[in-house]
């Protein structure tokens, strides 16, 4: 039997990285919004490692923030150390990385989510979402309670059709014990959704007490700390370390010796796993050479004696991972809490989505996610963010909000999954970003305040305190290049000091401060009327007079990409039609209808020449 449970604007399915911040964004921009979560307990869960950032996953974070997400926000309420990466190579891999409690983290968003006006957060699984005339019209609880909604934001990570494995055991099950979603892949098929199957893995959990930390390398945190947030000041912040310890031949022995024992060397295992974040057996297969790895040890929480061991993701039989294991440098005599083991799942091809994360043929259907064939809680929590805004603006009548890869490394994300696909689970990574030297962690409020301030998610209070900075930035940079430092004795004293040339003629404070030796700070001794900023500001005048010359050229090449990105292709394009493509490029063109000349040019398999075809046929229908 089944009952009619009402009408909302927006119904989120699933409540992890993704669901959280897609659910948060809708109701803060006004619409009706329901939140289910297969299970409460499992809202903004860390099933896999409790921290937040990392490199290049730090800078998603910030942008999150500077959008008027929430995953920043909730890292620093629960962080338990945190440390800025690669601080000894350029600033535009500088990335922050905070390990939270995880308990905490999930208290704290869920939380935030029973409070939002406009959420409704209710416990249940979804088991069909109906479409009538190619539009989302509603949904259907397994206990038979009928939602009727105008947008459907999918959001079901690794629960859909999830089955775990352990050595030769193996369970239809989520992440930690919660039950899998089994019904809803039958529903996304029938509506005409293709679905793909992935895998990822999380390694064991150990009892403090167990472990001998004497034999590891202590890994601190920060004593200046950056919050992610733009708005959060943080202060006496009582940081737990981490630790780091290596695998060794003995631990590759006892892997090698048992692979036939693994479900995924013994083909049991369908789904496509991370390339870059393999479980063991992986690396030590494809990295034979190797004669070590790195374990990582790490607090899972402040009122938990559970360590999560980072870098040993396994599938192997347990007495199998006991064993290797206890083969390691502080570990032999671990006691296990949880074991590891590898998940299943069922995804989506990401090339059938628009890069509004809409799905393409289904009006009012939006993805978000591992859903959409990608891992990490970061790049979980950008596309929930994207996904409800667009859903809004969509209800709204509104353009949807797209950020291409000049603005973001949001957009380097949307546009790599959705343009070229993905044959396994999608990681985001600096090299990735081919305008990273633009796209730093510093300067994300800088460039995507603006926009979360236009779609609604900015405060105007926030957003005149980042006008204010903004022009701070601004003058002092301004002002840096007109002043002019004489050669006095004591301008000279201080560059002998940090060991730099000293002046012969005037030169003006921007060149000084170009100088590798020296830095915004320690110019103030000489630099008697330089203003009182944050140290976010100063830091922000720092890098852009500094890289100047190199955020010039980046810009130049930003400029030619602009040209082929405004360049606009209709959505109802017949390619087929179009003499002059290859046979190739009228098939991937037709299959992922590109937004863009831009985006058309970054489709596998259509070529310079083909972008001069459609060129002309842009230009030929623009003359007619």
Same mark, same amino acid.
């Given at each position: 039997?089944?009952?009619?449970?009402?009408?909302?604007?927006?119904?989120?399915?699933?409540?992890?990285?993704?669901?959280?911040?897609?659910?948060?964004?809708?109701?803060?921009?006004?619409?009706?919004?329901?939140?289910?979560?297969?299970?409460?307990?499992?809202?903004?869960?860390?099933?896999?490692?409790?921290?937040?950032?990392?490199?290049?996953?730090?800078?998603?974070?910030?942008?999150?923030?500077?959008?008027?997400?929430?995953?920043?926000?909730?890292?620093?309420?629960?962080?338990?150390?945190?440390?800025?990466?690669?601080?000894?190579?350029?600033?535009?891999?500088?990335?922050?990385?905070?390990?939270?409690?995880?308990?905490?983290?999930?208290?704290?968003?869920?939380?935030?989510?029973?409070?939002?006006?406009?959420?409704?957060?209710?416990?249940?699984?979804?088991?069909?979402?109906?479409?009538?005339?190619?539009?989302?019209?509603?949904?259907?609880?397994?206990?038979?309670?009928?939602?009727?909604?105008?947008?459907?934001?999918?959001?079901?990570?690794?629960?859909?059709?999830?089955?775990?494995?352990?050595?030769?055991?193996?369970?239809?099950?989520?992440?930690?014990?919660?039950?899998?979603?089994?019904?809803?892949?039958?529903?996304?098929?029938?509506?005409?959704?293709?679905?793909?199957?992935?895998?990822?893995?999380?390694?064991?959990?150990?009892?403090?007490?167990?472990?001998?930390?004497?034999?590891?390398?202590?890994?601190?945190?920060?004593?200046?700390?950056?919050?992610?947030?733009?708005?959060?000041?943080?202060?006496?912040?009582?940081?737990?370390?981490?630790?780091?310890?290596?695998?060794?031949?003995?631990?590759?022995?006892?892997?090698?010796?048992?692979?036939?024992?693994?479900?995924?060397?013994?083909?049991?295992?369908?789904?496509?796993?991370?390339?870059?974040?393999?479980?063991?057996?992986?690396?030590?297969?494809?990295?034979?050479?190797?004669?070590?790895?790195?374990?990582?040890?790490?607090?899972?929480?402040?009122?938990?004696?559970?360590?999560?061991?980072?870098?040993?993701?396994?599938?192997?039989?347990?007495?199998?991972?006991?064993?290797?294991?206890?083969?390691?440098?502080?570990?032999?005599?671990?006691?296990?809490?949880?074991?590891?083991?590898?998940?299943?799942?069922?995804?989506?091809?990401?090339?059938?989505?628009?890069?509004?994360?809409?799905?393409?043929?289904?009006?009012?259907?939006?993805?978000?996610?591992?859903?959409?064939?990608?891992?990490?809680?970061?790049?979980?929590?950008?596309?929930?963010?994207?996904?409800?805004?667009?859903?809004?603006?969509?209800?709204?009548?509104?353009?949807?909000?797209?950020?291409?890869?000049?603005?973001?490394?949001?957009?380097?994300?949307?546009?790599?999954?959705?343009?070229?696909?993905?044959?396994?689970?999608?990681?985001?990574?600096?090299?990735?970003?081919?305008?990273?030297?633009?796209?730093?962690?510093?300067?994300?409020?800088?460039?995507?305040?603006?926009?979360?301030?236009?779609? &609604? #998610?900015?405060?105007?209070? +926030?957003?005149?305190?980042? $006008?204010? =900075?903004?022009?701070? %930035?601004?003058?002092?940079?301004?002002?840096?290049?007109?002043?002019?430092?004489?050669?006095?004795?004591?301008?000279?004293?201080?560059?002998?000091?940090?060991?730099?040339?000293?002046?012969?003629?005037?030169?003006?404070?921007?060149?000084?401060?170009?100088?590798?030796?020296?830095?915004?700070?320690?110019?103030?001794?000489?630099?008697?009327?330089?203003?009182?900023?944050?140290?976010?500001?100063?830091?922000?005048?720092?890098?852009?007079?500094?890289?100047?010359?190199?955020?010039?050229?980046?810009?130049?090449?930003?400029?030619?990409?602009?040209?082929?990105?405004?360049?606009?292709?209709?959505?109802?394009?017949?390619?087929?039609?179009?003499? &002059? #493509?290859?046979?190739?490029? +009228?098939?991937?063109?037709? $299959?992922? =209808?590109?937004?863009? %000349?831009?985006?058309?040019?970054?489709?596998?398999?259509?070529?310079?020449?083909?972008?001069?075809?459609?060129?002309?046929?842009?230009?030929?229908?623009?003359?007619?």
């Amino acid at each position: 039997m089944s009952y009619y449970a009402g009408e909302y604007d927006i119904a989120v399915i699933g409540a992890g990285h993704a669901g959280c911040e897609a659910g948060l964004a809708a109701a803060r921009l006004g619409m009706k919004t329901l939140v289910f979560s297969i299970s409460l307990e499992a809202v903004a869960n860390m099933p896999c490692n409790p921290h937040i950032g990392g490199s290049s996953k730090g800078h998603l974070v910030r942008e999150i923030d500077a959008l008027g997400g929430e995953m920043g926000k909730n890292i620093d309420k629960t962080m338990i150390q945190i440390k800025m990466l690669n601080t000894s190579k350029g600033p535009a891999v500088h990335s922050l990385r905070a390990q939270a409690d995880r308990k905490k983290y999930h208290i704290e968003m869920k939380h935030t989510l029973e409070k939002q006006e406009n959420l409704y957060l209710k416990q249940g699984e979804i088991v069909d979402i109906e479409v009538e005339n190619g539009k989302v019209v509603g949904i259907t609880t397994s206990v038979g309670a009928k939602y009727k909604v105008r947008a459907v934001i999918v959001a079901t990570g690794t629960y859909l059709k999830g089955k775990i494995f352990m050595g030769e055991y193996s369970e239809e099950s989520g992440p930690d014990g919660v039950a899998a979603a089994n019904k809803l892949s039958e529903s996304l098929k029938k509506i005409g959704v293709q679905l793909v199957r992935f895998k990822t893995g999380t390694p064991a959990r150990i009892n403090r007490r167990s472990i001998d930390f004497s034999k590891m390398e202590v890994q601190k945190g920060d004593t200046d700390i950056v919050p992610f947030s733009f708005e959060d000041e943080i202060n006496n912040l009582e940081q737990v370390d981490c630790y780091l310890t290596y695998t060794n031949e003995e631990t590759h022995k006892i892997i090698k010796d048992n692979l036939h024992r693994s479900p995924l060397y013994a083909g049991k295992i369908e789904g496509t796993g991370p390339r870059y974040c393999p479980s063991i057996e992986d690396k030590v297969v494809r990295f034979s050479d190797k004669p070590r790895h790195q374990a990582f040890v790490e607090p899972i929480g402040l009122d938990t004696d559970e360590m999560y061991i980072q870098g040993l993701s396994s599938s192997l039989p347990e007495d199998v991972q006991i064993a290797l294991y206890r083969t390691i440098p502080g570990l032999e005599n671990a006691e296990f809490t949880r074991s590891a083991y590898a998940i299943e799942y069922d995804c989506i091809d990401p090339s059938n989505l628009k890069l509004s994360l809409e799905y393409k043929g289904i009006d009012g259907l939006f993805m978000a996610g591992q859903t959409n064939g990608t891992s990490g809680y970061e790049e979980a929590a950008c596309q929930g963010l994207i996904a409800g805004i667009n859903a809004t603006q969509k209800i709204k009548g509104k353009e949807p909000v797209i950020l291409d890869r000049t603005q973001g490394y949001i957009g380097v994300l949307i546009d790599d999954i959705v343009t070229k696909g993905t044959n396994e689970p999608y990681r985001m990574m600096t090299s990735r970003a081919e305008y990273r030297l633009l796209l730093r962690q510093d300067n994300a409020d800088l460039r995507l305040t603006e926009i979360g301030h236009q779609v &609604g #998610l900015i405060s105007n209070e +926030r957003y005149e305190k980042f $006008k204010i =900075k903004k022009q701070n %930035i601004e003058k002092e940079i301004q002002r840096l290049k007109d002043t002019i430092v004489k050669p006095t004795k004591e301008v000279n004293n201080m560059l002998v000091k940090y060991g730099t040339t000293e002046l012969s003629t005037g030169t003006k404070m921007s060149e000084l401060l170009k100088r590798t030796e020296l830095n915004y700070d320690n110019l103030g001794v000489i630099d008697k009327e330089r203003p009182e900023l944050t140290l976010q500001e100063r830091q922000e005048v720092e890098i852009q007079i500094k890289y100047e010359g190199y955020i010039k050229m980046q810009e130049a090449q930003v400029d030619k990409f602009k040209k082929l990105e405004t360049k606009l292709l209709p959505e109802n394009v017949d390619y087929e039609t179009i003499s &002059g #493509l290859s046979l190739e490029a +009228r098939q991937k063109l037709n $299959k992922f =209808k590109p937004h863009s %000349i831009g985006q058309a040019s970054r489709i596998s398999g259509v070529s310079p020449a083909d972008i001069s075809v459609l060129l002309i046929y842009l230009q030929v229908n623009k003359n007619k």
